[in-house]
């Protein structure tokens, strides 16, 4: 299921939807009043009893959405002679598709080339492009799969025979062969640490050192198998 919302400074319309695909075609109504621009907020949160439980159980997307402005948009006509005369009045004619105030101006081009000046856009600009200003919290993100699919899906198999053993306190285990020096000086002379190898410990041991000095560092690497006697 999933939540489709439009939004600007505040959430103005929202549409919730349910898809048994990845993808599907989805529609909202865009609300009377909503004007310029605005986001389309897509939340989708991934079925309960999907498999694909090593995937975010939630995605998400924001894209901008522009509303059609043309019902907003003044029809003004202007209208001169071709050809006008120094010294001669100019007549310009204008009309418009709807009771409004107009202001009429006449200017130089070479005065405007200066600047590269442009017609103003009135509804360019109240209806410009605008940060969406709405903050999202949500936690669905942390919603766990079910208990059953995560199971069989993580199952590495192998531990057949760990099944015979009913209970797992009574097991005899050996430690793991780990070892660590702690931090220790290092230059040029040739130091030594011991570690006492376990006498059960059948494999091989990888030797690993990670140095820093200064600007610098190094982390060489070595192998070392070791063999049980038998």
Not at 13 to 20: L, R
Not at 124 to 131: E, H, I, L, V
């Amino acid at each position: 299921s999933g939540l489709i919302t439009i939004e600007s400074d505040k959430v103005y319309a929202h549409q919730w939807f349910a898809s048994s695909t990845t993808s599907s075609l989805q529609h909202i109504r865009v609300p009377e009043g909503f004007d310029g621009t605005g986001y389309v907020n897509v939340s989708f949160v991934r079925a309960l009893d999907s498999k694909e439980v090593f995937m975010s159980p939630l995605s998400y997307a924001v894209v901008p959405l522009t509303v059609n402005k043309e019902k907003r948009r003044l029809q003004v006509s202007l209208t001169t002679n071709d050809l006008a005369k120094p010294g001669e009045p100019l007549a310009i004619h204008y009309q418009t598709d709807r009771p409004a105030k107009i202001v009429l101006f006449a200017v130089d081009k070479g005065i405007l080339q200066v600047t590269d000046f442009e017609t103003p856009d009135p509804l360019g600009y109240f209806f410009r492009k605008t940060s969406l200003g709405v903050e999202t919290s949500q936690i669905v993100d942390l919603i766990l799969p079910e208990f059953s699919i995560l199971r069989a899906a993580s199952a590495a198999g192998g531990d057949g025979d760990a099944e015979m053993r009913l209970n797992p306190f009574k097991r005899v285990t050996d430690k793991p062969v780990v070892f660590w020096s702690g931090v220790v000086d290092a230059d040029s002379t040739e130091r030594e640490v011991i570690y006492d190898v376990p006498d059960y410990f059948d494999g091989t041991l990888t030797i690993m050192a990670v140095a820093f000095a200064g600007d610098s560092a190094g982390w060489p690497k070595r192998k070392r198998p070791f063999a049980a006697l038998l």
